[in-house]
């Protein structure tokens, strides 16, 4: 159990799982498989999940024979991919990566180090924006989240946070025997909205399940998170900001709203205002696009709080619904 003290055992086995959908993104996964390769500590094995695309499973199994391929044997999505590769690895470290990600050589050593305290339950690390373009001068650093990476607000340095980023992060495998997998539900699936939140829903339930359990951010443990230029126009933000709203009232109604938005009153109410200051200093020190930067927080506030609103009265909608099926039952 997480919190309890570990076995002697001199080194944890660790499982890599990558999880893939579409053959659009074989030039990254293959790329995400090399840098797992090349790890200065070596894992156990990897684990390749495809998402219900049998010809890209077929295709990876032939050019990746030393990496297990597995086709997602759960709902379509990320979450049901990710809990496949749960079933499917035999790590006592369960560390994902995203398909469209690259790990530094040190990245499973530093997850280690950080496990030789047994209280530590899940690691999380640093991940950066790999611009497939120049990076938008109106993108703000506070929301760096969007695309899928560390963002200004998060600690600096190695620290317990309330929840780790799926992109690049490990879990302890009693993690998943103490609280289930993924939710289905959240998360990325190739036919609704950009939704998120899977991994902050799974730490937060962690937590209540068992409060001594830390979750370790270590910024030593390096990963480059691949921004396509479709994810860099300000419709996407937009888009992407509403789903994350979306998805934190799913979150909410799961967890309480207590804990599922505890890290956000912080952000929204100091990270956010000081984002748009810095920007607005930045405009009268003569940088035009600070006053872009500064109007990017303050419609991905609004957005994601529209989000949320939706999210919310949609899940009050269904409550009565799902509490008259539940007397039927």
């Excluded at 156990?44 to 050019?63: C, F, Q």
């Excluded at 024979?65 to 809990?83: F, K, M």
């Excluded at 470290?93 to 305290?117: G, M, P, Q």
């Excluded at 990325?188 to 899977?198: I, Y």
Aim: glycine share 10%.
């Amino acid at each position: 159990m997480p919190g309890q003290p570990a076995s002697p055992e001199a080194s944890p086995r660790i499982s890599v799982v990558i999880c893939a959908y579409t053959e659009e993104r074989w030039d990254q996964v293959l790329a995400a498989v090399g840098s797992v390769r090349t790890q200065s500590l070596p894992c156990d094995e990897i684990v390749v999940v495809v998402d219900h695309n049998r010809a890209l499973h077929d295709r990876l199994a032939a050019a990746l024979p030393d990496v297990t391929v597995v086709e997602n044997r759960e709902a379509r999505g990320l979450s049901g991919a990710r809990n496949t590769g749960i079933a499917r690895a035999r790590g006592d470290i369960i560390a994902f990566l995203d398909d469209d990600a690259v790990a530094e050589h040190d990245w499973l050593k530093f997850f280690a180090d950080s496990y030789a305290d047994p209280a530590v339950a899940g690691v999380g690390g640093l991940v950066l924006p790999r611009w497939e373009t120049a990076r938008p001068s109106w993108f703000p650093g506070e929301f760096d989240w969007v695309v899928g990476c560390s963002y200004t607000g998060m600690p600096r340095r190695r620290a317990p946070v309330r929840n780790l980023m799926g992109s690049a992060a490990s879990f302890r495998r009693e993690v998943f025997d103490l609280v289930g997998g993924f939710r289905s539900g959240l998360g990325r699936s190739g036919d609704r909205r950009p939704l998120g939140c899977e991994e902050t829903e799974l730490c937060i339930r962690l937590r209540q399940r068992a409060p001594g359990s830390v979750l370790l951010f270590d910024n030593r443990a390096v990963a480059w998170h691949l921004v396509p230029e479709s994810r860099c126009r300000f419709s996407y933000f937009r888009s992407r900001c509403f789903a994350e709203g979306l998805s934190k009232a799913v979150v909410a109604a799961s967890v309480g709203a207590g804990d599922g938005l505890s890290a956000e009153r912080h952000y929204t109410t100091r990270t956010l205002p000081r984002g748009v200051a810095r920007g607005v200093a930045d405009l009268l020190r003569g940088d035009p696009s600070g006053l872009g930067r500064a109007g990017a927080i303050i419609t991905g506030l609004a957005a994601t709080a529209a989000g949320y609103l939706a999210g919310s009265l949609r899940n009050r909608a269904r409550r009565p619904v799902q509490e008259q099926a539940d007397g039927r039952a």
